[in-house]
């Protein structure tokens, strides 16, 4: 059993950042923040934030037509009569968005507490800072490379 505990914080350790960030990326993402939206235009590091969780990279090459230019439009056989604008999203969708926004912030906290957990409480504290610094800096020597 002390063999499986140990494994767990170490593991825990390791994987700590990560985990913290993406529950608050995700949680960033629940609410649309890192896209583009009537008025509403993100700040850069939302949208990169937004990039690095859904596509694990910087910044996403731009598929459309130059700016300036506009887009031909396609030749349809039968014009599709428009949509309706769709009715505001129900109340369980918004219900649902703020249950799993709590579900991020739990994660967050709980993992913040199991890093000072095991950060405070060790009796390995040079190789639980490694861990913790390599579970870090990886990632990003990883998307730099």
């Not at 590091?45 to 130059?66: A, E, F, I, Y």
């Not at 039968?78 to 129900?90: Q, S």
């Not at 507490?113 to 990003?140: D, E, K, N």
């Amino acid at each position: 059993m002390l063999l499986i505990r140990k494994i767990h914080a170490y593991v825990g350790l390791a994987i700590a950042p990560s985990l913290l960030f993406f529950a608050f990326s995700g949680l960033l993402q629940l609410f649309s923040l890192h896209e583009a939206h009537g008025p509403y235009h993100p700040p850069a590091l939302l949208v990169t934030l937004g990039n690095l969780h859904k596509d694990q990279v910087l910044s996403k090459p731009h598929h459309g037509p130059p700016p300036g230019q506009m887009a031909k439009p396609a030749k349809d056989k039968a014009a599709a009569p428009p949509k309706p604008p769709e009715d505001l999203p129900k109340v369980k969708t918004y219900v649902l968005k703020w249950f799993f926004a709590l579900v991020a912030v739990g994660l967050m906290t709980s993992t913040a507490l199991g890093l000072w957990i095991g950060l405070r409480f060790t009796r390995t504290p040079r190789l639980s800072w490694a861990l913790v610094a390599a579970g870090a800096v990886l990632p990003v020597l990883i998307l730099l490379s």
